[in-house]
C-alpha cells in the first residue's frame, strides 16, 4: 500500500463516513469490509475493500414480488493484499436494492471509479469512468453479506468480483 495514493481516498471515506455517523440514528447507514478478485489488463489481484453507505429512500409495496426499493449511496476503497502489487481504486456509487424477500435482495449501482496508481498497457486508456455493478445480499441480524459483479471501466479490460460484510447501524 503506497502512503501517498491512500491520502485522497481516505479523506473522501473519513467525510463520508463523518456524514452518515450523523444520521446513524436512522438505522440507514452501513459500514463493511470485503475481498475482491480483480482482473485489469490481463493481471490479476486480490484486494481488501472498505465500504460505507447510507440509505437515502425506501419504498415499500404491497403483493408485489418486489417488497421493496432502496436508493443510497456507498462510497468504496480497495487495495492489493496478493497479486499484482499497487493496483488500488476507489468508488463512488449510487445503488438500488431490490427486496425479494425479507432476507434476499438484489442490486445494482452505478458511479465513478477511479485507478489512481495503475500503469495501463493501452495508451490513452482512461484511469477513471462511470462503473456499472449488479449483484445480491443476504441479511443477516444487523448485516449483508453480498456478491457482486462489477465493470468499473470501459477504457481498458477490467473486471472485479467481490463478496462482502456490512453492518448496517
Not at 424477500?101 to 452505478?110: C, G
Amino acid at each position: 500500500m503506497k502512503i501517498k495514493s491512500a491520502i485522497m481516498p481516505l479523506v473522501v471515506s473519513s467525510i463520508l463516513v463523518a456524514s452518515c455517523t450523523v444520521s446513524a440514528l436512522e438505522r440507514d447507514t452501513y459500514i463493511g469490509g470485503g475481498l475482491n478478485y480483480l482482473e485489469l489488463d490481463d493481471e490479476e489481484s486480490v484486494n481488501f475493500s472498505v465500504t460505507t453507505g447510507h440509505n437515502l429512500h425506501r419504498w415499500k409495496f404491497e403483493s408485489l414480488k418486489i417488497q421493496a426499493l432502496t436508493l443510497g449511496i456507498e462510497a468504496q476503497y480497495s487495495d492489493s493484499i496478493s497479486g499484482t502489487d499497487d493496483v488500488n481504486n476507489y468508488s463512488v456509487f449510487a445503488a438500488l436494492r431490490a427486496d425479494i424477500s425479507e432476507q434476499w435482495y438484489l442490486k445494482i449501482k452505478q458511479g465513478y471509479t477511479n485507478f489512481p496508481d495503475v500503469t495501463l498497457r493501452v495508451s490513452g486508456a482512461e484511469k477513471s469512468h462511470i462503473g456499472t455493478g449488479i449483484g445480491f445480499g443476504y441479511r443477516v441480524n444487523s448485516g449483508s453479506i453480498e456478491l457482486e459483479y462489477i465493470y468499473p471501466n470501459k477504457t481498458i479490460s477490467v473486471s472485479l468480483i467481490e463478496v462482502s460484510y456490512k453492518y448496517h447501524f
